[in-house]
């Protein structure tokens, strides 16, 4: 029996308690190798692809599409060619019979958050991996986001330290007050909230506004940065910013209006699914937001703040940049434009969320970088 | 995000408005609530508690009760908001609207429009609805068609707590009168409810459910029994999609026109007599100008042209229940 290796119902981040297959990859009896893109999960955040584990042959294919089960649930079963029908069938009904969904607490209510305060503002976070030891991780979300974000790369970044993420103001559930939206405000958010958690150095990721803010940060404050990572990064030289999207996410009010640009910020627009639409028609609903989002809008299209990063660069010797040539919110910086030191990584199969798109490499690529 | 109750929502939604507007203000029969009970003032809030404590944080200056005087009670309520106060004016029981009739219909929905646009009345009637209570045919209707059929009025009809809240700020917020109705048997219904203050335009309907085959649409209460319907048929095949108006006036008719384009079938559940019904009005409206997409008749369920029964049995029965409804959506399925 040892050689047959279950494929379960994957688990992408805490709030995962199910997921619905959409379409299998490969076809029972087709040959395996480790990573092949095995079948497509649907979750109530996104879409994505769960990959083959190990090398083999697809010997059952037991979830069939539209079907939707809870995490660790059974979707199919590799085996060598060697293996008798017999010895699957018994390996199916013996997982079957014994498999319970879990149902913690933890995970039914999502990803834990709690608030501190900095610059004179509630600022929501969240913690893993607090018992771990080594350098802290510090997420950054990007415009119109929140941590919410990070579901598909928290949990594995934090299997080694503790990571945090927070939610810049004017997003998720921080206060809505966005001063004059500019990275150096957000860049003394982000000094006030690890003063707050008590964190001197921090591995600082950053997501497109967020990547601008961590290189703002890293120019301003770098004793207080033992890494720097930027995805899809905004601000860069090379880099664009697509002001329609921003404008259409920042005065869109109806999910009909909302969800076209939604589609803009993935390479696949099958990727976004209603819930994701709704709870961004909800989040755009709360007093404030819309003002919030008008004032990042006017900064950006200002550009001081990206002239100013720009200057700056040569401030920082080192750094991990993911981008894709399929951007179509920010672009790709130019790699002959940044410093010698920094390492550019394109994902061109992703488009503006390759910690979603691609949370796999993306996580990789960053274990990789922080050492 | 934590879960709260319809009730509690509309708690939170007007203590919230309170705390930002000092102008926005509570009147109505037992609002301070639990005056002369043992809990003393504050401690019951209204009859089915929606407003419970805020009498304790607000004081008698801003929750207060009043006499048993319907036609009082929103007569001064347009005073005060002609005069630059926001009130929030209870009728315990839709029914006994009656009694104030005029006070509605012929003053405040009239006003802005009789002083050329001069006059604003920022005020919210909010009511119960319903049947299923047990109470009898006068504290049991629904009278959403009346209020609909009124120029100068908006109508809300929050399905579930997410919702309620939403439109509660939207309601005081507006400048015009709002009749908020809520259904006495959703108050103990739950959903996920931020604790952030936020904001649901009127004339913005929720596609609950998408699906291809039907278009099911529900009011209030009715919501929850079109939901359950279309999640039992979808296991035999048959794909409704359900549609939550949220307000009957103003309607979004763009968002029901498309459905049925896409559908061509209707079911319109409503908790209502027949006649004059939001099922009549509806319908009327897809025959107007979507009649080219209807591959079937359409088919309203709504109550028979009764007082609301007081047996249990025959209320039951009297209200558009599951069964009906799925008997509906067979019907325009077989075409």
Not at chain 1, 66 to 91: M, Q, R
Not at chain 1, 269 to 286: C, H, S
Not at chain 2, 12 to 34: C, F, K, Q, S
Not at chain 2, 35 to 62: C, I
Request: net charge negative; aromatic share 6%.
């Amino acid at each position: 029996m040892s050689a047959i290796t279950p494929i379960k119902m994957p688990k992408w981040g805490l709030s995962m308690i199910e997921g619905k297959i959409v379409e299998w990859h490969k076809k029972e009896g087709d040959a395996l190798k480790e990573g092949d893109d095995l079948v497509d999960v649907e979750t109530s955040k996104i879409t994505n692809v769960a990959e083959a584990p190990t090398a083999g042959i697809l010997r059952r294919i037991v979830a069939q599409p539209e079907d939707t089960l809870p995490v660790g649930a059974l979707l199919a079963v590799v085996a060598d060619a060697s293996v008798g029908n017999a010895d699957i069938d018994a390996f199916i009904a013996d997982f079957q019979s014994r498999f319970v969904p879990e149902t913690d607490e933890a995970t039914i209510s999502g990803i834990p958050t709690k608030t501190l305060q900095a610059a004179g503002r509630t600022i929501r976070y969240a913690a893993f991996g607090e018992d771990k030891h080594g350098v802290p991780v510090l997420l950054l979300h990007g415009y119109s986001a929140d941590l919410n974000n990070w579901l598909f790369n928290a949990p594995v970044l934090s299997e080694a330290r503790p990571v945090y993420a927070i939610d810049f103001p004017g997003h998720g559930g921080s206060d809505k007050d966005v001063a004059d939206g500019s990275a150096v405000f957000l860049a003394a958010v982000v000094k006030d909230a690890m003063a707050a958690l008590g964190l001197s150095r921090v591995h600082l990721v950053g997501h497109s506004m967020g990547g601008a803010v961590a290189v703002r940060f890293a120019a301003d404050y770098p004793a207080s940065v033992a890494s720097l990572s930027l995805l899809a990064p905004a601000g860069l030289p090379g880099s664009i910013i697509n002001l329609d999207f921003v404008t259409g996410i920042a005065e869109g009010r109806r999910a009909k209006d909302i969800k076209p640009w939604l589609e803009e910020i993935v390479a696949d627009p099958n990727l976004i699914t209603k819930d994701m639409v709704e709870a961004m028609v909800k989040y755009k609903r709360l007093d404030g937001v819309e003002e919030a989002l008008l004032v990042y809008r006017d900064r950006f299209a200002a550009g001081a703040d990206a002239k100013a990063i720009a200057a700056d660069l040569p401030k920082i010797p080192a750094a991990l940049v993911i981008a894709s040539h399929n951007d179509k919110i920010v672009g790709a910086p130019d790699p002959a434009r940044l410093p010698s030191g920094w390492r550019v990584v394109f994902m061109d199969k992703t488009g503006h969320m390759p910690h979603m798109e691609a949370a796999g490499d993306v996580n990789a690529a960053l274990l990789a970088h922080m050492g | 995000m934590p879960k709260k109750s319809y009730r509690m929502a509309i708690n939170e939604a007007i203590r919230h408005e309170m705390r930002r507007d000092p102008n926005v203000i509570i009147l109505g029969e037992d609002v301070a609530g639990g005056q002369g009970s043992s809990g003393g003032p504050g401690k019951v809030g209204s009859v089915f508690g929606v407003l419970a404590g805020l009498y304790d944080e607000f004081g008698a200056e801003r929750v207060f009760d009043t006499p048993i005087t319907e036609s009082a009670i929103i007569g001064a309520a347009n005073g005060a908001a002609m005069t630059g106060l926001r009130p929030i004016a209870e009728i315990m029981f839709v029914d006994f609207i009656g009694v104030c009739l005029d006070q509605v219909y012929n003053q405040a929905a009239k006003f802005r429009y009789m002083f050329g646009g001069k006059a604003k009345t920022p005020l919210v009637i909010r009511s119960t609805i319903g049947a299923g209570f047990r109470a009898g045919a006068q504290h049991s209707q629904t009278l959403h068609p009346l209020f609909t059929s009124i120029p100068g009025l908006k109508v809300v009809m929050p399905t579930n707590a997410y919702d309620a809240k939403g439109l509660m700020i939207e309601a005081i917020r507006d400048d015009d009168p709002v009749i908020f109705l809520e259904s006495k048997l959703l108050y103990d219904t739950e959903a996920e409810v931020p604790d952030e203050a936020y904001r649901i335009p009127f004339g913005e309907a929720n596609i609950v459910r998408e699906g291809k085959d039907v278009t099911i649409v529900g009011f209030g209460l009715m919501l929850a029994r079109a939901q359950q319907v279309a999640e039992a048929l979808a296991k035999e095949g048959i794909d409704c999609e359900v549609i939550d108006p949220r307000t009957t006036s103003p309607l979004d008719e763009d968002t029901l026109l498309e459905s049925v384009e896409k559908t061509g079938r209707l079911v319109v559940v409503d908790e209502s007599p027949p006649r004059c019904s939001l099922a009549a009005d509806i319908a009327a409206i897809v025959a107007d100008k979507g009649f080219r997409s209807l591959k079937a008749p359409v088919k309203k369920v709504t109550c028979p042209h009764t007082p609301v029964p007081f047996a249990p049995s025959l209320e039951d029965e009297y209200m558009p229940n599951p069964r009906r409804i799925t008997e509906a959506v067979r019907a325009v399925m077989a075409g």
